[in-house]
């Protein structure tokens, strides 16, 4: 048997409602749903149906807090690179992790903390009405656009944007949702199109930036990275000390990942300590290292080159926490042993603070 387990953590540290829930999903079918337990943990068996909790879509009705009693069938091991965990609670994103990458030890597959983000960042006090200057019709098929790429129903979902900006080419929520259609399509020259045309429209709208952002990133265009993410730092009220008083935050996005960004594009130009600086800033950042483990290592490679072997373990030692069945954590492993070795030969007064 092969058993998946983890935990479920708020990104600001509030309690988790009592009604979250992870399902595994398999080519957009659901197969298990658990609930959380108050703590957060959850686990699930994938090798059978048996006590877990079912969706309806999963086999038929289920009374929830008894065993199923659908057949055993589970989940053959060569098919779970094409699963992944959906985890959903009242007042917070959903969040999906795949499962492909993650190793089973002792036949079982430890996920880690799944951070769910809060929905809004401060209730009553953020408020978005662009959708709302579209005519009703625009709205309309905007609106089943967003339940059909819920739905994994992508061709519906990009025919329902297109025509929503068809009725109304000004509509830039419905040019951004039809970018990210086209970028899980892999159209991602369409999808850079669609996101430009957004923030041509609505010059302060955060979104399209980080999603041009996130394709630089993935293509290493390092000074168009360094460019947008520059734009989403600038445009954010909230990263301006400065401000007194009250603000009424007009997007209730959180566009975190831009810090990792600008930090290795920093970094792979060889501004270190810019790189360090928004490195940092990403490292603190409620779950974004949760969700950029990615961010430990380069602070580690950042450390190494400044000498400061101490703190290059602590950061390797982080992300071995947060990753520790990553396909480079025998890698990381290695590396992290030579520093311990490394760190231990230098003198006590030299040993950095």
Request: with cysteine; glycine share 6%; charged share 20%.
């Amino acid at each position: 048997m092969l058993f998946l387990q983890g935990r479920v953590v708020t990104d600001d540290g509030s309690s988790l409602p009592s009604d979250a829930s992870i399902q595994c999903v398999c080519k957009d079918s659901v197969l298990q749903q658990v609930y959380a337990t108050p703590h957060g943990d959850f686990s699930m068996q994938l090798g059978s149906r048996a006590g877990s909790f079912l969706d309806a879509t999963a086999g038929g009705p289920v009374q929830y807090g008894a065993p199923s009693k659908a057949p055993v069938t589970g989940i053959p091991r060569g098919e779970l690179t094409s699963c992944e965990l959906r985890t959903s609670a009242s007042g917070f994103h959903p969040r999906d992790v795949m499962l492909a990458g993650l190793t089973a030890l002792g036949g079982t597959i430890d996920v880690g903390a799944v951070v769910v983000q809060r929905a809004i960042k401060v209730e009553g006090a953020t408020l978005n009405a662009a959708p709302y200057k579209a005519p009703k019709e625009a709205r309309t098929a905007y609106e089943k656009g967003l339940a059909s790429e819920k739905n994994g129903k992508l061709a519906d979902a990009c025919e329902y944007f297109e025509k929503a900006v068809q009725i109304y080419p000004g509509y830039a929520h419905a040019w951004f949702q039809l970018g990210s259609v086209l970028q899980k399509e892999d159209q991602k020259d369409a999808a850079r199109a669609a996101y430009t045309r957004a923030t041509a429209i609505d010059t302060r709208f955060l979104l399209p930036y980080l999603s041009l952002a996130t394709l630089a990133y993935q293509a290493e265009d390092w000074p168009e990275v360094l460019n947008l993410t520059a734009r989403i730092f600038d445009l954010d009220p909230l990263n301006h000390a400065n401000i007194t008083g009250y603000i009424v935050d007009l997007d209730p996005s959180n566009c975190a990942e831009a810090y990792f960004y600008n930090a290795m594009a920093n970094y792979r130009l060889n501004h270190i300590d810019d790189a360090e600086k928004s490195a940092l800033k990403a490292e603190q950042r409620a779950d974004l290292p949760t969700r950029f483990p990615q961010v430990h290592l380069l602070l580690a490679d950042i450390f190494v080159l400044k000498k400061s072997y101490a703190n290059a373990i602590s950061e390797m030692q982080a992300y071995l926490e947060l990753a520790p069945y990553a396909k480079d954590a025998d890698q990381v492993r290695k590396h992290l042993a030579k520093l311990e070795k490394l760190n231990g030969s230098v003198l006590p007064s030299e040993k950095p603070l």
